[in-house]
């Protein structure tokens, strides 16, 4: 039976390693927060007191953090403190699932082949319904090989596994869907509340533009107005989903490569710089589509004036 070590079990990392557990598999999980392992070890899980503890013998290490420093600390370890890839066994598989930038992934993949190890880097999308339902889309950067070995695994918990190109490929795949993703949040926001202002109903708009040429997935899935749409959270005060500040990250991320490539990503960057805005004033926690709420505060600032 396949031994999996799961690091890292915050809001998307548990979901999933839940789905690993549920799925037979052999797991050992670690986590800075106590709590968030009793939830994975009631399922079935075993807990370790140290990352280094649960990857040592297992067969597959995967990793779910939050930013290239922790997982660049993690894998490599530091003057006081032996990396993952110092204590794995021979042949074990690494997999990092967290967003960072690709440089750090590419550093980390580097690494591990001079170890002779398999590294693959597998951002996520699909937010922590979709961890929850085990059907993610992981965009994977990697060796063909490393990438076949890694499929079955990440199967478990995901319903796509793309394979993006070499090592980094699928942390700027992610980082480039996730830029597209806030212009069209914001294009869609600002569209609607338009409409809502001239007083259209946004159920009616709505479905006028899922069938029109503005159609797009923020439209289908995720409408970021208030009761259009049920089980999302713009009609639950815009709770659950995929932080503000997690939107603030990847955005960061997407500008860092662009500055890298010398590419024009003048969309992109007003994004962040609302997404940023929106962050500074109490909404970091909240769901991504309530940037809805900035266009509809202005309108009622401008109405009041």
Same mark, same amino acid.
């Given at each position: 039976m396949t031994s999996v070590a799961f690091i890292g079990l915050g809001h998307m990392g548990a979901p999933m390693a839940a789905n690993l557990v549920n799925a037979g598999l052999t797991v +050992?999980?670690? &986590?800075? %927060? !106590?709590? =968030?392992?009793? *939830?994975?070890?009631d399922l079935g899980a075993l807990s370790s007191s140290s990352a280094c503890g649960a990857a040592a013998g297992a067969d597959v %290490?995967?990793?779910?953090? !939050? =930013? /290239?420093k922790h %997982? +660049? *600390?993690?894998?490599?370890? &530091? &003057?006081?403190?032996? /990396?993952?890839i110092d204590v794995v066994a021979d042949g074990t598989l690494l997999i990092d699932c967290s967003t960072i930038d690709a440089q750090s992934a590419q550093q980390v993949a580097k690494s591990a082949a001079e170890k002779g190890l398999s590294f693959v880097d597998a951002p996520v999308s699909g937010g922590t319904a979709g961890a929850a339902a085990g059907t993610l889309t992981f965009i994977c950067g990697g060796e063909n090989g490393a990438f076949e070995l890694a499929k079955p695994i990440l199967g478990h918990m995901g319903a796509n596994i793309l394979h993006a190109g070499a090592a980094g490929a699928g942390q700027v795949a992610k980082i480039c869907n996730n830029m597209l993703l806030s212009v069209l949040m914001v294009a869609t926001s600002e569209s609607l509340q338009m409409g809502i202002d001239h007083g259209l109903d946004p159920k009616v708009l709505s479905e006028i533009m899922k069938v029109s040429s503005g159609g797009n997935w923020t439209l289908d899935k995720y409408n970021p107005c208030p009761d259009v749409m049920p089980n999302v959270p713009s009609s639950n005060d815009y709770q659950g989903g995929f932080m503000v500040d997690l939107m603030v990250k990847d955005l960061g991320l997407s500008q860092e490569a662009a500055l890298v490539s010398n590419s024009s990503t003048p969309m992109g960057a007003l994004a962040r710089s609302l997404y940023v805005n929106h962050a500074r004033q109490g909404n970091g926690t909240r769901d991504f589509s309530s940037i809805f709420e900035q266009f509809t505060n202005s309108q009622q600032i401008k109405n009041k004036g």
């Open positions: +050992r999980v670690f &986590d800075l %927060v !106590p709590q =968030a392992m009793k *939830s994975l070890t %290490v995967i990793t779910m953090l !939050p =930013a /290239g %997982v +660049r *600390s993690l894998y490599l370890g &530091d &003057d006081n403190n032996k /990396g993952l």
